[in-house]
């Protein structure tokens, strides 16, 4: 039988040290400010971060370091481990899965990745789903339906105050972000299975009122009800996030939101004031 070691990054915005209390090995992304690389949920926090954007610092994302990745690796492969089962950030938004795969293949080490189109709250319910699975006798073919059917209920969908931010960091096309700032266009960003994980523009309003409601109604769309996990993040937003979540709850009958502080690694290229819901329908 396969001896699997479960691997996640800090894009679920959780440490290493969370990770490692529910058997699960995780790596941290890396946050780059004033030209030095610091571990995201280990050496620089959400706090920091937002100090950072207060002040208008700028900063830079990557995937976790190279060595990091080669190390954690060798040391699974010596406690036995001989296969990397692993729900990384998504592809769209980093190499951090090829990064470990091309880890793996150099220690000889089995490889299965899954990618689950976005990052956040649905990137730890996934490692989460398949390490209890896993434990539970599931087959391999059992786990990877079950979180490819998570990862496409999700969509994650951004409202975002300044598009400086993801224009600089390339993951919004200077076109699209000169325009929304010249005419006042609220863009609603998203991301999912059929954006393969890249931010892709969903829609133009001109108010933050008529952009949550066309959130809203994009749910009811895409059939999100009581039993789906709706997550509410925010970029030092909370009260506003509150006024956002409390709409969803009476648009949607018995809906419970949850409110978090967007991920880090996100929230640099978002900015300050950002909005963002994550809806997707968990294992049962």
């Known amino acids: 039988m396969k001896k699997i070691a479960f691997v996640t990054d800090s894009g679920t915005g959780h440490s290493v040290e969370y990770w490692a209390e529910r058997g699960i090995y995780s ?12 571990d995201e949920e280990e050496t620089i926090g959400i706090p920091d971060v937002l100090k950072n954007l207060h002040a208008q610092v700028p900063m830079k994302t990557s995937l976790p370091k190279l060595g990091k990745i080669e190390e954690l690796f060798e040391n699974l492969k010596e406690k036995g481990y001989d296969t990397i089962f692993a729900v990384p950030i998504c592809m769209g938004l980093s190499s951090t899965m090829g990064a470990m795969e091309m880890a793996a293949n150099m220690l000889d080490l089995e490889f299965i990745g899954v990618d689950c189109y976005t990052t956040a709250v649905v990137q730890g319910d996934m490692i989460l789903t398949a390490k209890k699975m896993w434990d539970e006798g599931s087959s391999m073919e059992e786990i990877m339906r079950t979180l490819n059917c998570i990862a496409d209920s999700c969509d994650t969908i951004l409202l975002v105050n300044d598009l400086n931010h993801l224009k600089k960091g390339g993951r919004l096309t200077p076109m699209a972000a000169t325009l929304g700032g010249l005419l006042k ?13 890249h931010i892709d523009v969903l829609g133009k309003v001109r108010t933050m009122g008529k952009a949550q409601d066309y959130v809203i109604n994009r749910l009811k769309e895409i059939g999100v009800n009581k039993n789906y996990k709706i997550i509410v993040a925010h970029v030092d937003a909370l009260e506003e996030a509150k006024k956002y979540g409390e709409k969803i709850e009476r648009a949607i ?24 819901v994550q809806a997707f329908l968990p294992h049962s």
């Open 185 to 197: 266009i609220k863009p609603i960003l998203h991301l999912d299975m059929e954006t393969e994980g």
């Open 253 to 276: 009958e018995g809906a419970k939101v949850v409110f978090i502080d967007l991920v880090s690694a996100v929230s640099v290229h978002t900015g300050l004031g950002c909005l963002a």
């Open 27 to 38: 790596l941290p992304l890396q946050i780059e400010v004033n030209g030095h690389s610091f």
